[in-house]
């Protein structure tokens, strides 16, 4: 068994999450679990880091104060995700199903990521630049007032490239080890790393827990899609796959992040441009590692090639799920 279910039944439900997903997307009401991680986490913060508790605390303090929100968050996840299954599951097994499957869904965004994505492409290809930057802001983290096409084109490939790791392979990975509960805490992992996990002189000792957390989740999964975008980019006509794996060979450790260089390097040679390069954040210039081979120029229309590696992702990894329970069932 695992959690409520065996191996058969989890399965089953991990594929119908990734089809709920492909159809509903990201939920607008009942209020999405990730906005309740989210207040935790700054409920939590704020207890944490009031002022007569961290003022003239050593370095070391602080960090036992991050692991305590990172140690927190994750257990009442996962806690309150166990709790709401498991009564589902005692009023009856169907309506456990359900639940299972609906927050497991949650977990994971492809159809999100594919229309973030879709609301930067559509106002450059239409030669709408100020739309495009507006809605690269909603995506990154990088300043975006003065990003020519070219650069708003890149951001957008970059983050459709590392959150297919994010959003959909490592969710879904924990959801088919311990159903909604692990993928719940898997989701606040990453959410309390978007949140906290930054290296500023605020979270430099107070996110590094939550930002080493995510990244050792992450670990297994980024490597998992370098081997799925490789494959996905062989499927596709115009792409290479070969060369999608040896970049990730040449460049993913020139990332200053442990995962994310990978799908990022593996989308750049798929499509044969280069990723990475020149971002300002707060008006601060960083230069970032360069990935991939720029044999052509990176284009509007990268967004959607980008894209399409991401929903191919999936339905690979649907079939394969797919493939599994036929022989466990």
């Known amino acids: 068994m695992i959690g409520f279910y065996s191996l058969s039944e989890i399965l089953l439900l991990t594929a119908a999450a990734i089809a709920i997903d492909w159809i509903v997307g990201d939920p607008k009401w009942p209020t999405h679990p990730v906005i309740w991680i989210g207040r935790l986490i700054r409920l939590l913060e704020g207890k944490l880091r009031a ?3 961290l003022q003239g605390r050593s370095p070391a303090a602080i960090k036992a104060s991050g692991v305590c929100l990172t140690v927190l968050t994750l257990l009442a996840s996962f806690g309150i995700m166990w709790l709401i299954i ?5 009023i009856h097994p169907w309506l456990g199903n359900a639940a299972s499957a609906w927050f497991i869904s949650t977990t994971i965004a492809v159809k999100g990521l594919g229309q973030a994505a879709m609301l930067v492409y559509r106002p450059l290809v239409s030669g709408n630049l100020a739309d495009a930057r507006k809605y690269v802001g909603y995506i990154v983290g990088r300043d975006t007032d003065r990003l020519s096409e070219e650069e708003a084109s890149r951001a957008t490939v970059e983050t459709v490239a590392e959150n297919t790791v994010d959003a959909f392979v490592s969710p879904i990975l924990f959801a088919l080890i311990g159903g909604a509960p692990l993928a719940m805490l898997y989701r606040a992992a990453n959410t309390l790393d978007s949140m906290v996990g930054y290296r500023n002189e605020k979270y430099a000792d107070f996110g590094w827990c939550s930002a080493r957390t995510d990244d050792v989740l992450n670990y297994i999964p980024a490597r998992i899609t370098g081997l799925l975008l490789s494959l996905s980019a062989l499927l596709q006509r115009g792409m290479s796959g070969t060369r999608a794996w040896r970049s990730i060979r040449q460049f993913a450790r020139l990332h200053p992040s442990p995962n994310s260089g990978i799908p990022e390097s593996a989308v750049a040679g798929a499509l044969g441009i280069e990723l990475g390069g020149l971002n300002y954040y707060f008006g601060q210039p960083s230069e970032r590692a360069r990935m991939g081979w720029p044999l052509r120029k990176l284009e509007a229309a990268d967004i959607l090639h980008a894209t399409r590696l ?20």
């Open 51 to 53: 002022k007569e508790q």
């Open 310 to 329: 991401l929903y191919l992702t999936s339905i690979l990894i649907m079939a394969g799920v797919l493939i599994v329970w036929y022989f466990v069932h």
């Open 86 to 90: 498991a009564a589902a599951d005692w």
